[in-house]
């Protein structure tokens, strides 16, 4: 049965236009005005855009699906306007062997609501010097290479890993961190690591190690990604590698973006992740950083968690907050809406360009021919996002109770509706 999307404002290929779009066969066939077909969306006074590209999340399965699990958190994703994100493998077991990767590959496609790309690991069990064969895991479904969650301790193994990855034409995404640095750290070192009594991490923890990769991947030529950058050396480091050549590319998390540690105002968990929440300097860094390219792309890093990994103190709780059904909201309303970035900035950042920089062909664009992977948004109402409307298993959002324009109206892939917004 064909579709047809009347009167939205859609996002195509880098610009805003009033057109109505026509689905069928799963695909999007044309874009123009006066469409019609069996069925009819009416997106007046809405925004359709290409589903969102989120190429950082955390589904914790298998293995700690009491956090999360496929279904639920491909349906958070879905919540949020997303219909392709990117898996990481800190899961248990880590798939290290193309048997491994298979089955969670298959897992993704049987239960996931929205496309699941699988990261494969850059270090066996993510946390050794030996490296699994990079060919199998791509062969088996490996997308990208990440240990995220843990940065790459010893340079020799990163600089193997850099050159099997360069072989096999496999993109290494990065959670930089030297540990000796970090020094079991819980929250930036700064006024509110002294203030609360925490135990602070430097900053250092995250650049020297990206100046270290930034070298490595200068003599590999490996596509590197930089997951989550957090501070301005960070940025200034990336910019200056991107100046020099060096096939560099990095994303930034709303909450580095939307909050900064002087947020931590009591030992509340629900401010606690990895990399920490920085200064204001910093977060100012960031947002040049985006606006002036160094900066390709958004991603949310959701990272859900139960309950009582979440309470009882900074100090003890697990790092990490949930992203998926928040991100757009959040980012336009404290971004687009005071004018700091343009409606086309925001949704190029969270589709075009995660879709480029990872060399996905059929995902961020609304073009003839692509897959009917589309979400809808209402940018004129205002809602407070509440704990009860979560899909995701977890609630661990420092943004519950925030009164957020954006909210998702109807996301779909492959021209199938995946999320509906439940009527007024
Ligand atoms: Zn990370």
């Not at 996905?360 to 809808?376: F, Q, R, S, T, V």
Request: net charge negative; glycine share 8%.
């Amino acid at each position: 049965m064909a579709t047809v999307i009347k009167h939205g404002l859609v996002f195509q290929n880098g610009r805003l236009l009033h057109t109505d779009v026509l689905i069928a066969d799963k695909q999007i066939q044309t874009l123009g005005n006066n469409l019609t077909a069996e069925h009819i969306i009416d997106a007046s006074n809405l925004l359709v855009s290409p589903g969102l590209v989120d190429l950082h999340v955390h589904y914790r399965d298998p293995g700690q699906t009491y956090k999360e699990d496929v279904i639920t958190g491909s349906l958070a994703a879905a919540r949020g306007g997303f219909t392709t994100v990117g898996a990481m493998p800190n899961v248990l077991p880590v798939p290290d062997t193309p048997a491994l990767m298979s089955k969670m590959v298959q897992n993704n496609q049987t239960n996931g609501r929205v496309h699941i790309l699988q990261y494969g690991p850059i270090t066996k069990n993510e946390d050794t010097d030996e490296l699994p064969d990079y060919a199998a895991l791509k062969q088996a479904g490996a997308f990208a290479l990440s240990n995220d969650g843990k940065g790459v301790q010893n340079a020799q193994t990163m600089y193997s890993a850099m050159q099997q990855a360069r072989e096999n034409q496999l993109l290494v995404a990065v959670h930089a961190q030297d540990d000796s640095l970090f020094n079991h750290g819980v929250v930036n070192e700064g006024p509110a690591a002294e203030k609360l009594a925490l135990r602070p991490i430097s900053e250092l923890a995250e650049t020297t190690q990206i100046a270290r990769d930034l070298l490595l991947a200068q003599k590999t030529g490996v596509h590197y990604h930089v997951c989550h950058v957090s501070t301005k050396t960070s940025v200034c480091l990336i910019r200056m590698a991107k100046k020099q050549g060096i096939n560099v590319t990095c994303e930034v998390a709303p909450h580095h973006l939307l909050l900064t540690e002087d947020d931590l105002v009591s030992d509340d968990a629900y401010y606690k992740m990895n990399p920490p929440l920085r200064t204001k300097n910093d977060q100012a860094a960031l947002i040049a950083g985006l606006l002036d390219g160094t900066i390709d792309m958004i991603a949310t890093d959701h990272a859900p968690h139960a309950l009582q990994e979440k309470t009882g103190g900074i100090a003890k709780a697990a790092f990490g907050i949930t992203g998926s059904e928040t991100a757009f909201s959040e980012l336009y309303t404290k971004f687009v809406k005071p004018g700091i970035f343009t409606l086309t900035e925001l949704l190029n950042w969270l589709t075009i360009k995660p879709a480029q920089v990872f060399g996905l062909k059929n995902a961020g664009m609304l073009e003839p021919g692509m897959p009917a992977d589309l979400a809808i948004f209402d940018l004129a109402h205002v809602k407070r996002i509440k704990e009860q409307d979560y899909c995701s298993k977890a609630i661990n959002s420092p943004f519950t109770g925030d009164e957020v324009y954006g909210q998702t109206v109807l996301t779909m892939v492959a021209g199938k509706i995946v999320y509906q917004k439940e009527q007024a």
